[in-house]
T-cell receptor, first 110, second 116 residues
């Protein structure tokens, strides 16, 4: 079993829909990251969370440390949100490494 | 140019040849990382470096060599390329405080490597 599991693996929705992508992990962590990989391949860091919730524009990330679960939400989705969204965890204080989920491929149709 | 760059962006080589992928960052970040991305595996850490002359293995280091003589450069060498090393390679950097890297990792654009 992977240390980081994302669901769904693929998600197709219509423009304007509310999107939720889930990430579950099996180890104790000091931080969780959400990344976005564009169709051209570039990777951008969206959020780093250690507790609670963060919001940036139409993107909201939440984490529940007790349940070892995080969600990434996109409100009023748009075709330009189409990308692969990747969850990664940093296990423990002082850990130098991120462990990545396999990503969720999101397609937003106009 | 400011930021993090990788070269070449595309490379085709043959089995057994030595290949070096370059990574350069202009932020003076202390931490640098090399990842490979393959279908079905996601991103996997090959090597990382906490500072110049300090490197350590990641999850999949076999067949790769790294060096870091200058803070801004972190080359990755495939000593004798194999077909299983066909992949997309990403370099990343992050600022550091003490013994850990901080928050955001900044990724380069990637190098697509095909080993025939």
């Amino acid at each position: 079993k992977n240390e980081v599991e994302q669901s769904p693996q693929n998600l197709t929705a219509q423009e304007g829909e509310f999107i939720t992508i889930n990430c579950s992990y099996s180890v104790g962590i000091s931080a969780l990251h959400w990344l976005q990989q564009h169709p051209g391949g570039g990777i951008v860091s969206l959020f780093m969370l250690s507790s609670g919730k963060k919001k940036h524009g139409r993107l909201i990330a939440t984490i529940n440390i007790q349940e070892k679960h995080s969600s990434l939400h996109i409100t009023a989705s748009h075709p330009r949100d189409s990308a692969v969204y990747i969850c990664a965890v940093r296990s423990g204080q002082g850990a130098q490494k991120l462990v990545f989920g396999q990503g969720t491929r999101l397609t937003i149709n106009p | 140019d400011a930021g993090i760059t990788q070269s070449p962006r595309y490379k085709i080589t043959e089995t057994g040849r030595q290949v070096t992928l370059m990574c350069h960052q202009t932020w003076s970040h202390s931490y640098m990382f090399w990842y490979r991305q393959d279908l079905g595996h996601g991103l996997r850490l090959i090597y990382y470096s906490a500072a110049a002359d300090i490197t350590d293995k990641g999850e999949v280091p076999d067949g790769y060599v790294v060096s870091r003589s200058k803070t801004e450069n972190f080359p990755l060498t495939l000593e004798s390329a194999t077909r299983s090393q066909t992949s997309v390679y990403f370099c990343a950097s992050a600022s550091g405080r003490g013994s850990t890297f901080q928050e955001t990792q900044y990724f380069g654009p990637g190098t697509r490597l095909l080993v025939l």
